[in-house]
């Protein structure tokens, strides 16, 4: 397994969730998953090429170019649902409508930071995809290419919902990320005493960050 230099893990872990700040009218189902992933990066790309020290002292430009675009591709719901695990059902509406909305934010805050701290080569969606188990579920391989050359595999789980092809997991440099999350969250419910609304207000992109580091130097 590749070891993550902790700068890009920061950089893998933002970008690997990029794919939540997809356009809807780029995901139309007619096209093949890889294909969403690939015209979609490049143009989320394209919007800060030339732009990282603007963006840089004007993050909140690049926060919301970033929160805007995540209504329509993403379904946290469902995403929030997963990490929070077993906890889900017990939890009350509020507290699952506040953790989605929590567990949202660190996304755009992680993304927004690794976009404009980082640099790297190429981001590159690999021509060679492994076909699809069912109609409704894809994953799609790519690779984050470091300045010295390294490249950092990353896949993306997707399934087909409402007629759009959506992000439901990303797997990035071997460590699952829903898995980590997942893992987090359970481990910080048994902490906190199953104290849901101390664990959201908890809830860091930072701790994400260290869980995915760890997970990739074992």
């Not at 591709?73 to 009350?92: E, L, P």
């Not at 080569?121 to 290419?145: C, F, G, K, T």
């Not at 050359?149 to 440099?173: C, F, H, Q």
Request: with cysteine; proline share 3%.
């Amino acid at each position: 397994m590749i070891l993550l230099h902790a700068s890009f893990r920061r950089l893998l872990l933002g970008l690997c969730l990029a794919l939540f700040g997809l356009s809807s009218a780029e995901a139309a189902p007619e096209r093949s998953p890889d294909q969403v992933i690939r015209d979609s990066i490049d143009e989320l790309m394209s919007q800060i090429e030339g732009r990282k020290d603007y963006y840089a002292d004007n993050l909140n430009e690049l926060e919301a170019l970033v929160d805007a675009s995540l209504d329509d591709i993403a379904d946290f719901r469902y995403i929030g649902a997963s990490v929070m695990g077993r906890y889900f059902q017990n939890a009350s509406p509020q507290q699952r409508s506040r953790f989605v909305d929590t567990f949202r934010q660190t996304l755009i805050d992680t993304y927004t930071k690794g976009l404009v701290t980082f640099d790297y080569r190429e981001l590159r969606v690999l021509d060679s995809q492994r076909p699809p188990r069912h109609d409704d579920q894809a994953s799609v391989a790519m690779e984050v290419v470091a300045m010295d050359g390294t490249a950092y595999p990353v896949s993306y789980t997707m399934r087909l919902s409402d007629g759009e092809w959506k992000v439901v997991n990303v797997i990035v440099n071997g460590i699952n990320l829903g898995l980590t999350f997942r893992n987090q969250f359970d481990q910080a419910m048994r902490e906190q005493g199953r104290d849901y609304d101390a664990v959201i207000n908890n809830w860091s992109p930072e701790l994400a960050a260290e869980e995915l580091e760890e997970g990739g130097n074992s």
